[in-house]
């Protein structure tokens, strides 16, 4: 059985998901500061469960503006998303935000590049799924990821469905 875990940040009410089995947790969406991401980090690393995945559910910045303190702080732990549309979206929306000045007060967020040589990774952490599924070791259900194409909120949005689970439950980051 699958456990969902929602954990609440502040700015903006964005949410990530910690999905567990009885040892392993995958965190889902990183939050939209760095500083809410250290606290989620916080939570991660002090319970019982180890950190088997990250997964980015599509290329909003509240949704991966945490990356890199969790590529810090987990550097072994792979970061997937569903589709390279919705890596490339993580990308273009980066060099967008970089180009405006938004990232900042986020400089670890900064698109590596020639001129920025010490800038994020983006291309050589995220990963895209090679099958629609995401696994838990111990888990005896995969979760089913669906990426489409979304005239609504963003370009491509992932779905996930997980067939068994316990109850969610919800934690608010420290104030």
Avoid at 27 to 37: F, G, K
Avoid at 44 to 60: D, N, P, S, W, Y
Wanted: with cysteine.
């Amino acid at each position: 059985m699958i456990e969902i875990q929602r954990y609440a940040g502040r700015q903006a009410n964005v949410n990530s998901y910690l999905l567990s089995d009885a040892e392993n947790v995958t965190v889902v969406d990183l939050l939209r500061n760095s500083s809410e991401a250290e606290e989620l980090a916080d939570h991660v690393e002090a319970g019982t469960r180890k950190l088997a995945g990250i997964f980015i559910t599509h290329g909003h910045p509240d949704h991966y503006l945490g990356l890199n303190v969790f590529r810090r702080r987990f550097p072994d732990v792979p970061v997937n998303v569903a589709s390279a549309e919705i890596r490339d979206d993580i990308i273009g929306f980066s060099q967008w935000m970089e180009s405006v000045g938004w990232l900042e007060e986020e400089p670890g967020m900064k698109v590596r590049s020639d001129d920025n040589p010490d800038g994020f990774d983006y291309p050589g952490v995220i990963q895209v799924l090679d099958q629609p599924v995401l696994k838990l070791p111990l888990a005896a259900s995969s979760i089913k990821v669906r990426s489409y194409y979304a005239s609504s909120e963003c370009g491509q949005m992932t779905t996930l469905c997980i067939p068994e689970t316990t109850r969610p439950s919800s934690i608010r980051s420290p104030l």
